[in-house]
C-alpha cells in the first residue's frame, strides 16, 4: 500500500506544477504573437551585404528604385532594421522568464549506505513554495515581459520617425542640389547678357567678372550639396539595413498642411498610447507583484520526499515518506525584503510619473516646431518666395534696359535663391516635426503620399 501512496504524491507536485504554470496567463499568447513577429522581420548577415562576396540584389529592393513613399519607407525600415530585431528578442527573452519563476525547484537525490544494518536508501525530496508565491514570481516576469513589448514598440516608432526624417533630408539635398543648378544656369544667361553689354559698351568688364564669380560660387555650394545627398542617401540605406550606396529612387513628401489638433487632445493621445510609458506602466505593476512576494515570505513553504531502503539484513523492502515545513523565524529579513519591495514600487511610480512630464514635454516642443514650421512654409511659399522671383525678373529686366546696376541683379538672383533653398529646409523640417509629433504621442501611422 505506500507504494501507491508514493505514485499519488508525485501524482500532486506534477498536478500543483502544471496549475501554477496555467495560472500565469498570457505566456503561451505572447509567446506565439513573438514567433509571428519574428517571421514578419526580414534578417540579413552583415557578410551578404558589405564586401567583395556581396550577394546580389534583392528582387524586393526594387521597390526602393521607385518613388519613395515614407509609408513603405517606414515600413521597411521597420521590417529590416536590426533594432527591431534585437528589441524582440530582448522581450522574448524576458518572457522565458515566466516558466523559470513558475517552476519548482529542482528535486534533490540521496543514497545512503549503512554496514551496521546492511541497509540502502534511495530518497528523492522535493522542496514546493507556497502556490502563491510562484505566482506573484510569474505575474512579475509577464509584467516585466510587457514591459519589453512596450519597448519594442517604442523602438519602431522610433525607427519610423527616424526614416521619415532620413526621408526629409534626402529630399532636401536633392532639391536644394536642383535649385543649385537651376540658379548656376540663371547666371549663366546674366554672363551673357554682361557679355553682350559688354561688347556693346554699355557695361564694364567687372559686371563679367562678378558674374563669373557667383556662377563659382555656386559650383562651390553644388560640391557641398552632392555630399549632402550622399550622405542623406547613406544614413536611409543604413536604415534600411542596406549598403550604404545602394540606389534610391525620387523622393516624395507630404506638403499639405493640416490643423494642429489642441495640445490636451495630444497629451491625452500620448497618455494612452505612447509605448514608453506603457513600458513604464508594466514596471511598476512588476514591483506590485514583487511586494506580494515579498510579503508572502511570511507564510512556510513545503517539502516532500519519499525513499526507498532496501534491509539486506532482513531481506525485507521498505517506503518511506517525508513531509516538512520552513521555518520563516528570521523577521529581519523577511522584514527588511518587504520594505525594499515597497520602495522599488514607489521608486516605479516616480519614475512612471517623471517619464509622463518628459512625454508631455517632447509633445509640446514637437508641436510648437509643426506649428511654427507650418506658419513660416506658408509665408514663404505665398508671400516671400514669389515676391523674390519677380524682383529677380524686374532686375534682370532692368539692368537689360540699363536703368539698374549688376550687383543689384545678382543680390536679387542670391535673395530669390536663399528664399528657395529656406522654403525646402522649412518643408524638411515641418515633416520632421510631424514624424517626431506621431512618435511623441506613440501614433504608429505615417503619410501615404504626396
Known amino acids: 500500500m505506500r507504494l501507491p501512496r508514493s505514485r499519488r504524491l508525485r501524482a500532486s507536485a506534477l498536478a500543483l506544477v502544471v496549475f501554477t504554470t496555467g495560472c500565469i496567463a498570457g505566456y503561451s499568447?505572447?509567446?506565439?504573437?513573438a514567433d509571428r513577429y519574428r517571421e514578419s522581420l526580414r534578417w540579413e548577415d552583415e557578410a551578404d551585404l558589405i564586401g567583395p562576396n556581396a550577394r546580389p540584389a534583392d528582387p524586393g529592393d526594387a521597390a526602393f528604385v521607385g518613388t519613395l513613399v515614407p509609408a513603405l519607407v517606414a515600413d521597411e525600415v521597420v521590417r529590416r532594421n536590426p533594432d527591431v530585431r534585437a528589441a524582440l528578442e530582448r522581450w522574448v527573452a524576458y518572457l522565458e522568464r515566466a516558466p523559470q519563476r513558475t517552476a519548482l525547484p529542482n528535486p534533490a537525490f540521496a543514497y545512503r549506505y549503512s554496514s551496521m544494518f546492511k541497509m540502502h536508501t534511495y530518497e528523492l525530496m522535493q522542496e514546493v513554495p507556497f502556490p502563491a508565491k510562484l505566482l506573484a514570481d510569474g505575474r512579475a516576469a509577464l509584467a516585466d515581459a510587457r514591459a519589453m513589448r512596450a519597448e519594442l514598440d517604442e523602438q519602431t516608432n522610433l525607427l519610423r520617425a527616424r526614416a521619415e526624417q532620413a526621408l526629409a533630408n534626402l529630399h532636401l539635398a536633392r532639391r536644394s542640389l536642383e535649385l543649385v543648378d537651376q540658379n548656376a544656369a540663371l547666371v549663366d544667361?546674366?554672363?551673357?547678357?554682361?557679355n553682350s553689354r559688354y561688347t556693346a559698351g554699355t557695361a564694364t568688364q567687372?559686371?563679367?567678372?562678378?558674374?563669373?564669380?557667383?556662377?563659382?560660387?555656386?559650383?562651390?555650394?553644388?560640391?557641398m550639396f552632392v555630399r549632402d545627398v550622399q550622405v542623406a542617401e547613406s544614413m536611409l540605406n543604413v536604415l534600411l539595413d542596406r549598403a550604404p550606396e545602394a540606389p534610391l529612387g525620387p523622393v516624395a513628401i507630404v506638403d499639405a498642411p493640416g490643423a494642429l489638433e489642441p495640445l490636451t487632445v495630444l497629451y491625452e493621445r500620448a497618455l494612452q498610447q505612447r509605448p514608453e510609458l506603457a513600458a513604464f506602466r508594466a514596471r511598476a505593476d512588476a514591483q506590485r507583484e514583487m511586494l506580494s512576494r515579498a510579503q508572502?515570505?511570511?507564510v512556510p513553504d513545503f517539502v516532500v520526499g519519499g525513499g526507498y531502503v532496501r534491509d539486506f539484513g532482513e531481506d525485507e523492502d521498505q517506503v518511506e515518506l517525508t513531509a516538512g515545513l520552513s521555518l520563516p523565524v528570521w523577521l529581519g529579513r523577511i522584514r527588511g525584503g518587504v520594505a525594499e519591495a515597497e520602495a522599488n514600487v514607489r521608486r516605479a511610480d516616480a519614475e512612471t510619473h517623471s517619464t509622463r512630464n518628459r512625454v508631455f514635454d517632447e509633445v509640446r516642443q514637437a508641436a510648437a516646431r509643426l506649428a511654427a514650421a507650418t506658419e513660416r512654409s506658408t509665408i514663404l511659399r505665398e508671400a516671400t518666395l514669389p515676391r523674390a522671383r519677380q524682383n529677380v525678373e524686374v532686375s534682370q529686366a532692368a539692368y537689360v534696359s540699363g536703368q539698374l546696376g549688376f550687383l543689384e541683379l545678382v543680390d536679387a538672383q542670391r535673395v530669390s535663391l536663399m528664399k528657395e533653398l529656406e522654403l525646402e529646409r522649412v518643408r524638411a523640417e515641418r515633416t520632421s516635426a510631424q514624424a517626431e509629433l506621431r512618435q511623441a504621442t506613440g501614433d504608429s501611422t505615417t503619410e501615404e503620399r504626396p
Open 29 to 33: 499568447e505572447s509567446r506565439a504573437e
Open 189 to 194: 544667361r546674366f554672363i551673357e547678357i554682361a
Open 206 to 223: 567687372s559686371d563679367v567678372l562678378r558674374a563669373q564669380v557667383e556662377r563659382e560660387g555656386l559650383r562651390e555650394e553644388r560640391a
Open 296 to 298: 508572502l515570505e511570511w
